[in-house]
């Protein structure tokens, strides 16, 4: 007579099923996903052992529930963040927080860089200097005239000079960095 192998769980006989084995112990296929399975947070259905499950903050997903919850899109092979529990793919958040680049109208998408200054924002690469037309970056500017110019166009082109050496007045204006 031969050994018995049955289910831990339900103590049915395994010979010639699908079974699971979990810490030495078997289990047939319905009783693992009743012991075991997690629940998908969207559907609340339990995902099986044979379905793909997806986690995120604590929370367990069916492959085809992990979505955005304004357009649908599955979130399972793109960047998305959290907005109050709720995941949201990168380009439905852009599109409804992103700031416009103020020089080419364009989104700047999370987590581009960017420079903002007098409620104002720029791509890195649009905010340029008025007079030599070089990216300024993170560097020192001075608004004038409506404009931001570096601190060398604004003093070779705009800055007040003393009337009798002609040299640059540097207290008279402000340098400004991001």
């Known amino acids: 007579?031969?050994?018995?192998?049955?289910?831990?769980?339900?103590?049915?006989?395994?010979?010639?099923?699908?079974?699971?084995?979990?810490?030495?112990?078997?289990?047939?296929?319905?009783?693992?996903?009743?012991?075991?399975?997690?629940?998908?947070?969207?559907?609340?259905?339990?995902?099986?052992?044979?379905?793909?499950?997806?986690?995120?903050?604590?929370?367990?997903?069916?492959?085809?529930?992990?979505?955005?919850?304004?357009?649908?899109?599955?979130?399972?092979?793109?960047?998305?963040?959290?907005?109050?529990?709720?995941?949201?793919?990168?380009?439905?958040?852009?599109?409804?927080?992103?700031?416009?680049?103020?020089?080419?109208d364009k989104k700047v998408m999370p987590g581009s860089k960017m420079l903002e200054y007098s409620g104002s924002t720029w791509h890195e690469d649009c905010f340029v200097c008025h007079g030599c037309e070089k990216p300024i970056g993170a560097e020192a500017f001075i608004p004038a005239e409506n404009n931001y110019y570096c601190v060398p166009c604004y003093e070779g082109r705009l800055a007040p000079r003393c009337s009798h050496c002609n040299k640059v007045n540097l207290a008279s204006h402000r340098n400004f960095a991001f």
């Open 1 to 104: 007579m031969s050994d018995r192998f049955d289910c831990k769980n339900c103590h049915e006989s395994l010979y010639g099923r699908k079974y699971i084995q979990v810490e030495d112990n078997p289990h047939c296929i319905p009783c693992y996903d009743h012991l075991y399975a997690n629940t998908c947070q969207e559907c609340k259905e339990i995902i099986t052992h044979n379905s793909k499950e997806l986690f995120y903050n604590d929370r367990y997903y069916h492959e085809h529930c992990f979505r955005c919850v304004r357009c649908t899109r599955s979130l399972a092979d793109e960047p998305f963040t959290s907005q109050d529990d709720a995941l949201v793919c990168s380009e439905c958040y852009s599109n409804e927080f992103s700031s416009k680049c103020v020089v080419c």
